[in-house]
């Protein structure tokens, strides 16, 4: 039997202005629980916003002017309320400055179980689990803002995985590490898809992105690619579409 598709992109267009340019153009794909998707393309192809979209940022904050769908476990992203739909979908923002705003990293992490009203003991818990899990224990009592750009995505995702959710939607968290520690997260990402999570992931370092199941390559809005990660080892493939 297939997998449940837990993220359902039907006819997916966009543009953060009404009239402006459309960034996003008629995107239709589905992910299945317990995928690695990949997103590439070249820079201003609409990764990011379509990472937005997928969380409920966009529309819910940035506005814009959206048609189609984007559902999330069965819920469309328009309708749902976005506290709710941050119980389904992790996000780590490209710059996480904008997702960071407590005075410590632990702080940070206890914030959104802190939200959902958890005893405390159980927030210790999560916080000390999510702090392992992601290797940040030496950062636990620092201030976010003193960061580097990769730790502070690091601080992201743990406050993320803090929450339990089912997709996690990562844009660019391995570009900042230093080799030694995206080895790390790696391994963390693939332990996660172990666990039933699904991952979709934008990098543009094609080395980081082989542990994917699939790739999608958007062009200008478009989706012009969906297929197995193999497709990383054509080289001439990849050439014809600017990657390499
Ligand atoms: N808040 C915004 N308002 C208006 N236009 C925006 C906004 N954010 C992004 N854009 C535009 O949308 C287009 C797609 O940007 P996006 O950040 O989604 O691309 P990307 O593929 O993620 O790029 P990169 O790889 O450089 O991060 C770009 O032309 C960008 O200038």
């Excluded at 267009?13 to 009404?18: A, E, G, K, N």
């Excluded at 814009?64 to 992790?90: F, P, S, W």
């Excluded at 999570?197 to 542990?211: G, M, N, P, Q």
Aim: charged share 20%.
């Amino acid at each position: 039997m297939a997998a449940a598709a837990v993220v359902v992109v039907n006819k997916l267009s966009y543009c953060y202005q009404q009239g402006g340019k459309q960034i996003l153009k008629d995107l239709s794909f589905t992910v299945e629980q317990g995928q690695i998707v990949a997103i590439l393309g070249l820079s201003g192809c609409g990764k990011s916003t379509l990472c937005l979209c997928l969380g409920g940022i966009i529309p819910h904050y940035l506005g814009g002017a959206i048609t189609g769908q984007v559902l999330i476990n069965g819920r469309d992203t328009v309708d749902c309320k976005i506290a709710r739909l941050a119980l389904e979908v992790g996000m780590v923002f490209q710059d996480a400055d904008t997702q960071l705003f407590s005075p410590t990293v632990e702080d940070e992490i206890a914030f959104a179980p802190e939200n959902l009203c958890l005893p405390p003991e159980r927030i210790r818990q999560l916080v000390d689990a999510v702090i392992g899990m992601v290797g940040i224990n030496h950062l636990r009592y620092e201030n976010p803002n003193n960061l580097s750009g990769g730790q502070k995505h690091l601080v992201a995702l743990a406050a993320v995985l803090a929450m339990g959710p089912s997709i996690l939607v990562l844009d660019e968290v391995l570009a900042q590490l230093d080799a030694a520690v995206k080895k790390n997260i790696t391994e963390l990402l693939l332990e996660l898809r172990r666990r039933g999570k699904t991952i979709i992931l934008v990098e543009h370092d094609l080395e980081a992105v082989t542990i994917a199941d699939r790739v999608l390559l958007l062009e200008g809005g478009m989706l012009v690619m969906d297929g197995p990660s193999s497709i990383l080892r054509n080289k001439e493939l990849l050439a014809g579409h600017k990657l390499l």
